[in-house]
Structures are given as C-alpha cells and as structure tokens.
Nanobody
Framework: QVQLVESGGGLVQPGGSLRLSCEAS????????LAWHRQAPGEQRELVAS???????NYADSVKGRFTISRGIAKTTVDLQMTSLKPEDTAVYYC??????????WGQGTQVTVSS
C-alpha cells in the first residue's frame, strides 16, 4: 500500500505562483510513476503532469511552460511548481502514484483557487 498526502494549495491571484507537494509513504519502493491531476467543478478529472522513475515528464498542453513537476531527492515526494496561474487553473489537485503492479493510489486532494 502507498499513502499520499498533498499540501500547498490555497488562494492566489491571476499571474501568481503556487507550489504543491505530495509526500508518499508505505511501499514507496514500488512506485514507478507519479502524477498530478486536477478536477474543476462539473468537469472530469484530468492529467496535469507526470514523472517516471527515469525522470521522464509529461504535461497537459494547457500547462506547458507554466507548470513544472519534479521529484524530491528521496524520491518519495513529488512537487508541482505552478506559475502564471490563470482562473481556469482553479480546481482540486490530486496526487497520483502507480506501482509496478499497475495499482493506482490517490491523495485526498488540495484546493487551488485562482481569483482576484
């Protein structure tokens, strides 16, 4: 089992920055893929960014050039640095991990609100 806890959400003005963090615990050695997803009210959950154990990254077109995903030195944390935030980035952001058995795990989510 893997447990994920997100932190760092909040209210920010358009154009501002925010950094989200996700701490993994449990069988972290089994994780090969980490990602951030988001879900806005009335919308489906969507992939924002992902990173593998080989540090291969992938981003949604809507956040390319503005968001950066990275893993901590201990490889048990994954951060999402968000810059040039827009109102349409408002959503609940979820941390996601997948292990080598293709089992997926989710955090409880953290709210990001971009508003003036």
């Amino acid at each position: 089992q893997v447990q994920l806890v997100e932190s760092g959400g909040g209210l920010v003005q358009p154009g501002g920055s925010l950094r989200l963090s996700c701490e993994a615990s449990g069988r972290t050695f089994s994780i090969y893929y980490l990602a951030w997803h988001r879900q806005a009210p009335g919308e489906q959950r969507e992939l924002v960014a992902s990173i593998t154990t080989d540090d291969l990254t992938n981003y949604a077109d809507s956040v390319k050039g503005r968001f950066t995903i990275s893993r901590g030195i201990a490889k048990t944390t994954v951060d999402l640095q968000m810059t040039s935030l827009k109102p349409e980035d408002t959503a609940v952001y979820y941390c996601n991990a997948v292990d080598y058995r293709a089992t997926g795990y989710w955090g409880q989510g953290t709210q990001v609100t971009v508003s003036s």
